[in-house]
Each structure stands twice: as structure tokens, then as C-alpha cells.
């Protein structure tokens, strides 16, 4: 039943300055990499990608990065305290191919991360850049080497990692490499250069994208896009490449909650 | 088989997207058609730009959901835009609201000519004041909105009635002296409200909503049964229409097409289709030749 469920949260990780990770009891059935979670404070309600699935201790995690007032709210919280749930909703990632290419800038690395500690297990080989402005805002680093896959960091101002936008790097990597397969998300200014380099080197790839959301239920037609129409939190978040080729508005603009146009 | 008119408007079948219902946008409302709709309705639009309510704005029920999602829109000017991207594969209706009589005149004149009707909502449960019920719950409101809009276009003015009155055939009527074609019946059932059991908290940030789904089709059913006997205007049956069968039931008392909303929320965007090829199965078996013969069989 479409109810947000009020879980006590386990446990929070501080990742960075700007990111935590709120780790909830939860009995782990289908969830796939990808989808998405309502968390509820109480006051409002958003999707959050989710970061963590752990079938072995039955717990689900999310990692939100401080950007406005609800957010502001949820870094206010304790272990202990509460928030509802619901979900998860959407379609995730498609674990496909031996070898895939996983880029994640900034808190785009929540739904990354799951996927790749779960393509990991199944024994795909995952090369995963991990992107940030800077050094103390690179996630999951530690988190994603024990599961065995590569993980290449890369800062904007060099501080850590390869030197410069995970677009570079990932250009480099597919020159250089022989993947299956990508999975992205990210600012999607990020995305949209990653869908180019997709195309150009037609390696298929995978992409998460983000819209306003109401319902998540697939109803109330908030986040649906530009030209098919798709319900962002039914049909996506996760579209393949040939999908996302019919999706204009990538890229160019979003809507926000009245429903007015906003480039990006 | 399947085809019908309603309001000089001709329908490749009886099936019609709901108000509220995706149709924020053109590519949601051409998405629409291309499933298999006979004609939709846009999400309703004011004057302004609104942003609607804080989420929560919809929670799952027995039965259906209940939402207060507030008549989010990008405002008439900014959904013009919208409807001139319009496939027009099938009819186009545009619902709107409005607080006066003036304002809904207004915004039915701005775009007439960019769709087939007009859908008039004057029954959100959960509007902002003086908007939605407010209007649909007082026959003279009714009429008097009714008969602005019919002063200020030429196109087909459709009224969506709430249920939420002690008589719905009265505002029926009072649409009905305000000039109106057709009636929509039902808009969202309630206000009803979800509570959590661990913070004694109202789910809606709007605390209530409207409900709708299939635990509301007796009581959709019921209200298009009466008006049907009593009022003299084609009606377009909605509430908790799921399959085939259930449009029959509409049909049989009294409805002349039928709009399909939650239902969307279960089935996806292939309901209309379905529900299109389960109603022919039943008029084949049946042996009915079009949709008009079933129309008010049962208060035969």
C-alpha cells in the first residue's frame, strides 16, 4: 500500500560536509538500484534515490546532500529518530554486459553506488568515476573499493583524483577501454555530455533523471516528460539511451511544481 | 462499434482521460490519445501560475487514493503554450476553474479555439478558497459560472459535478438553466483524510483530499443514475472505472461515454486500450451494435 511507513532510522553515516547517509530497518525484497523512496519529515515530502540495499542485514539506506530547507531538516535528524518511507517506485538499473562504466557526479553517486555494489556481487566488472568539486566531497570511495570495483575519484579543482569533469574521464575511458555498457546520473548538464559521448562511441547506456514529483504513483502527470509524455517516477527514473533520444526536454529544461518551464 | 458523440463531438470510442490525470502537459495528453483514448482532458488551469500544496499530495487507500494535490498549474497563459502542441488525434477538452464567474469566462475565451469544449471544474474538493466545491456546491454560483462561460464562447461548455451536495440533481439542473451541454459526473468523492498511527498525523500536508478509485463507482454510479432520469443533458460517467465491464455499468445507467483517471494509476496507459477491447468483447457477445443502444438501460 502507497503509505509512507514511519522507521526509526538505524543509523547516519556522515559522508562529507554536505552528504549523509540515513540507513533504515527494511526488509529488502525486489528493490533494484535506481529506484526511489518518499521520505516524509513531516512537513514535506520528496524522492531520494536509494543509496543502499542490503539484503544480508535487512536495512536500506539514502544519502541526501544539504541543498534547501527539507533537506536542511533531515541533516537535523538523529539515530532514533523518525521518518516515513514509501516506496521504492520506479524502474532501476538493468544489470547488463561483463564490463560497465558507472559515473556518478556528486549526490548522483546515491543510486550508483547501489548498483554498483550489487552488479559487483554478481560478478560484473564496474569501473566507477566518482565525481566531486573537491577532495572532501568525493563519495563512497572506500565503500565501493571493497566490493572490488575500480573506482577512479575525480575532482574538479584536482585535489583528488584525476583532474578535471567526470566527462573528460569518462571520454577516456571509453577511448581507451572495452565497456558493455554505462550508468549514469548527475547534475544532468553532466548527463546530457555523457549522453553525446554514448552516442558517439555508441556504447548503450543507462541514465537516471530527476523531475519535480508529487504522487509517485504514476498519476498526477508532474513529472512527465517532453515529447512521450513518460512519468518520470513510473517509466523512469532510469531510461536507456534510444529511450532518452526521445526525450527533448533532456537537458534543455524541466518544470517546476506550478509547472512552468526552467532551463537549465 | 465503439463510436460515440457527445455535444456535436464525435469519439472513436467511449473512452476519455479524466481531469487531473497526467494532462499538465501536451506530451502527457498526446500520450494519452495515442493509447487509445477517445478524447482528453487536460489537468485543470486557472488564471495564475499555482504551485498547489506541500506534498504529501496523494496516499493510497482501500480502494483508490486520496489527493490534495492542490490545482497545480502553469496558468492559462503558460498552458496555451501547451495546447498549441496538441496532436489532435482525438478531441481535446480543457478543464478549468476559476473563482468568479468573470474568470472562468475569461480563461474559456483565451483558448476555445485550441480545443473541442470546455470541461468547466467547479468541484475539486480540496481547492483554494472560493474555488472548486465552493462554486459546485451552490446552484446559483453553478448557473451564474455556467451562463458567463456560454456568453463568452461558442464551443461546447461541459460541467463537472462534485458529488459531495445533498442533491446532485439540483446543481444538475442549475447547470442545466446556466446553458451548460453536457455533465461530467463525478468529480473526487469526500473530503476523506489518512491519518498515521505513529505521529498521529494527517498523511495530505493538506490534511484532506479527494478521494477517488473503484470504491467510489456505487457512489458515481448512483449520482449519474439520477441525473440521467432527471436532467435532459448527455452525461460523461467518472469514478473508479477499471475495466470494460464497469463502463457498462455507467452506460447502462445512463452515462453516454465514460472518463477513465486512477485507474491509470493501476494499469498504466494501456488501460484505455484494454478497457476498449474488453468493451467490444461485451457488445459482440451481447449483440449491441453501438454504444448509444446501452446508454439508460437500466431504468428501463
Redesign the interface.
Known amino acids: 500500500m502507497n503509505f509512507p511507513q514511519v522507521i526509526k532510522i538505524n543509523r547516519i553515516i556522515e559522508e562529507t560536509p554536505t552528504v549523509k547517509t540515513f540507513i533504515f530497518p527494511w526488509e529488502v525484497t525486489d528493490e533494484t538500484p535506481g529506484q526511489f523512496l518518499m521520505l516524509w519529515n513531516f512537513a514535506d515530502e520528496k524522492p531520494m534515490s536509494i543509496s543502499i540495499i542490503d539484503p544480508v542485514n535487512d536495512e536500506i539506506g539514502v544519502s541526501v546532500k544539504m541543498v534547501g530547507t527539507f533537506t536542511k531538516s533531515l541533516h537535523k535528524l538523529q539515530e532514533n529518530d523518525k521518518l516515513g518511507l514509501r516506496g521504492p517506485y520506479g524502474n532501476g538499473f538493468e544489470i547488463a554486459g561483463s564490463r560497465v562504466l558507472a559515473v556518478g557526479g556528486g549526490i548522483g553517486m546515491a543510486p550508483i553506488s547501489a548498483f554498483t555494489e550489487e552488479a559487483s556481487r554478481r560478478g560484473v566488472e564496474v569501473d566507477v568515476v566518482t565525481a566531486a568539486t573537491t577532495k572532501g566531497e568525493i563519495l563512497f570511495q572506500e565503500r565501493l573499493e571493497i566490493t572490488g570495483a575500480n573506482v577512479l575519484p575525480t575532482t574538479d579543482d584536482g585535489s583528488h583524483g584525476f583532474c578535471g569533469f567526470a566527462t573528460e574521464l569518462a571520454e577516456k575511458l571509453i577511448k581507451n577501454e572495452d565497456y558493455d555498457m554505462m550508468v549514469v546520473c548527475g547534475p544532468e548538464i553532466m548527463m546530457k555530455k555523457l549522453f553525446a559521448i554514448s552516442n558517439r562511441y555508441q556504447l548503450p547506456g543507462q541514465f537516471s533523471l530527476e523531475r519535480y514529483m508529487k504522487c509517485a504513483l504514476g498519476i498526477c502527470g508532474q513529472c512527465c516528460v517532453d515529447d512521450v509524455g513518460w512519468r518520470i517516477c513510473v517509466e523512469g527514473p532510469v531510461l536507456w539511451t534510444d529511450q532518452l533520444k526521445m526525450v527533448t526536454e533532456f537537458g534543455n529544461y524541466r518544470r517546476d511544481s506550478s509547472g512552468i518551464k526552467k532551463t537549465f | 462499434m465503439l463510436e460515440v458523440e457527445i455535444c456535436d463531438i464525435k469519439m472513436k470510442n467511449p473512452t476519455v482521460l479524466a481531469a487531473?490525470?497526467?494532462?499538465?502537459?501536451?506530451?502527457?495528453?498526446?500520450?494519452?490519445a495515442r493509447s487509445g483514448a477517445g478524447a482528453v482532458v487536460t489537468?485543470s488551469f486557472g488564471m495564475e501560475?499555482?504551485?498547489?500544496y506541500?506534498?504529501?499530495?496523494?496516499?493510497?487507500?482501500e480502494g483508490g487514493?486520496i489527493?490534495a494535490?492542490g490545482l497545480?498549474?502553469?496558468?492559462v497563459e503558460?498552458f496555451r503554450k501547451e495546447l498549441e502542441?496538441l496532436e489532435g488525434k482525438v478531441p481535446q477538452i480543457a478543464s478549468i476553474y476559476g473563482s468568479t464567474p468573470e474568470e472562468f469566462a475569461h480563461i474559456a475565451s483565451r483558448v476555445e479555439n485550441m480545443v473541442d469544449a470546455l470541461e468547466l471544474n467547479i468541484s475539486c474538493p480540496h481547492a483554494m478558497e472560493g474555488c472548486g466545491a465552493s462554486i459546485g456546491q451552490n446552484p446559483d454560483l453553478t448557473t451564474q459560472v455556467v451562463k458567463a462561460v456560454k456568453k463568452s464562447v461558442k464551443s461546447p461548455v461541459i460541467v463537472k459535478l462534485t458529488p459531495n451536495v445533498t442533491d446532485i440533481v439540483e446543481i444538475a439542473q442549475a447547470a442545466e438553466d446556466g446553458g451548460a451541454d453536457a455533465l461530467t459526473l463525478i468529480n473526487s468523492l469526500g473530503p476523506g483524510m489518512?491519518i498515521?498511527?505513529?505521529?498521529a498525523?494527517p498523511?495530505l500536508?493538506n490534511r484532506f483530499g479527494g478521494m477517488s478509485g473503484p470504491a467510489i463507482k456505487p457512489v458515481a454510479l448512483h449520482c449519474v443514475y439520477q441525473v440521467h432520469q432527471r436532467v435532459n443533458l448527455p452525461i460523461m460517467g467518472v469514478g473508479g472505472i477499471m475495466n470494460g465491464n464497469d463502463v457498462v455499468e455507467f452506460l447502462y445507467a445512463g452515462a453516454s461515454c465514460v472518463q477513465i483517471?486512477?485507474a491509470?494509476?493501476y494499469r498504466?496507459m494501456e488501460v484505455f486500450s484494454r478497457i476498449n477491447s474488453s468493451l467490444q468483447k461485451f457488445m459482440t457477445d451481447k449483440g449491441y451494435q453501438t454504444v448509444e443502444e446501452m446508454v439508460g438501460l437500466a431504468h428501463e
Open positions: 487531473g490525470v497526467l494532462g499538465s502537459t501536451a506530451a502527457s495528453l498526446n500520450w494519452a489537468k501560475p499555482n504551485k498547489g506541500p506534498n504529501p499530495t496523494t496516499v493510497e487507500v487514493i489527493n494535490i497545480s498549474n502553469p496558468g503558460n502542441k489518512r498515521d498511527l505513529e505521529t498525523r498523511v500536508s483517471g486512477t491509470v494509476m498504466g
